[in-house]
């Protein structure tokens, strides 16, 4: 066998039994990496460490793999406008949620014959959704079915957090309102007039100095 050291030097050709008294003299493992090869290559390396790390870069690939959700939507060539409508609907909720969307046409009997309905409807879907959903795979016949992928752009959901964010601003406004009108100084009765209290108050005083005065 080809025997490789520990530190990746190439040792030359060895038999099996002088690769393992090499590996056994630095205290490490005899692993074979490559036993199509001709001949067959070995190298010696601490396996319980190789193995370790091994995981570890495995964990950390998992750790970074993006999860994509797809959805799937499916439609009759011959949907109506107000279910065209709902199902688009859903499409575009979809994409402002960052999934793609695997939208379907299935065609029954004679359906079949007119393949160009399900694509026209496929393309009017995605002409729709442009600003929001790109194809990522264009319409294809699929036995019964015709099936597009939809992705969402860059401007998907965009618009959902924009929105979300009126309602707050709005009701931080309506409170500023609020305790504007409850700092506001109250109105200032008319001195010409006088208040009620005042008119009685005088009416009274009128009346105890009329006696007075016939005297």
Same mark, same amino acid.
């Given at each position: 066998?080809?025997?490789?050291?520990?530190?990746?030097?190439?040792?030359?050709?060895?038999?099996?039994?002088?690769?393992?008294?090499?590996?056994?003299?630095?205290?490490?493992?005899?692993?074979?990496?490559?036993?199509?090869?001709?001949?067959?290559?070995?190298?010696?390396?601490?396996?319980?460490?190789?193995?370790?790390?091994?995981?570890?870069?495995?964990?950390?690939?998992?750790?970074?793999?993006?999860?994509?959700?797809?959805?799937?939507?499916?439609?009759?060539?011959?949907?109506?406008?107000?279910?065209?409508?709902?199902?688009?609907?859903?499409?575009?909720?979809?994409?402002?949620?960052?999934?793609?969307?695997?939208?379907?046409?299935?065609?029954?009997?004679?359906?079949?014959?007119?393949?160009?309905?399900?694509?026209?409807?496929?393309?009017?879907?995605?002409?729709?959704?442009?600003?929001?959903?790109?194809?990522?795979?264009?319409?294809?016949?699929?036995?019964?079915?015709?099936?597009?992928? !939809?992705? *969402?752009?860059?401007?998907?959901? @965009?618009?959902?957090?924009?929105?979300? %964010?009126?309602?707050?601003?709005?009701? $931080? &406004?309506?409170?500023?309102?609020?305790?504007?009108?409850? !700092?506001? *100084?109250?109105?200032?009765?008319? @001195?010409?007039?006088?208040?009620?209290? %005042?008119?009685?108050?005088?009416?009274? $005083? &009128?009346?105890?100095?009329?006696?007075?005065?016939?005297?």
């Amino acid at each position: 066998m080809r025997l490789i050291g520990e530190g990746g030097q190439q040792l030359g050709i060895k038999s099996t039994r002088e690769a393992l008294e090499y590996a056994f003299s630095k205290n490490l493992d005899l692993v074979e990496v490559a036993a199509q090869a001709d001949p067959p290559v070995a190298k010696v390396m601490d396996y319980g460490k190789h193995r370790y790390e091994q995981e570890q870069k495995a964990k950390l690939a998992r750790k970074h793999q993006t999860q994509i959700n797809v959805k799937e939507i499916k439609l009759r060539p011959k949907i109506g406008i107000h279910d065209y409508n709902t199902k688009k609907g859903h499409v575009e909720r979809f994409l402002n949620q960052r999934a793609k969307v695997k939208v379907t046409i299935m065609f029954r009997g004679r359906e079949q014959t007119h393949p160009e309905r399900g694509r026209d409807l496929l393309m009017r879907l995605a002409d729709e959704l442009k600003e929001i959903g790109q194809v990522e795979s264009p319409p294809l016949q699929d036995g019964r079915n015709m099936v597009m992928v !939809l992705g *969402p752009t860059k401007n998907a959901g @965009v618009k959902r957090d924009a929105e979300n %964010e009126i309602p707050q601003r709005s009701e $931080e &406004a309506v409170q500023g309102d609020g305790e504007r009108n409850d !700092l506001a *100084p109250p109105r200032q009765p008319d @001195v010409a007039s006088g208040s009620p209290r %005042e008119e009685e108050a005088g009416e009274t $005083e &009128a009346r105890t100095a009329g006696p007075a005065g016939r005297a």
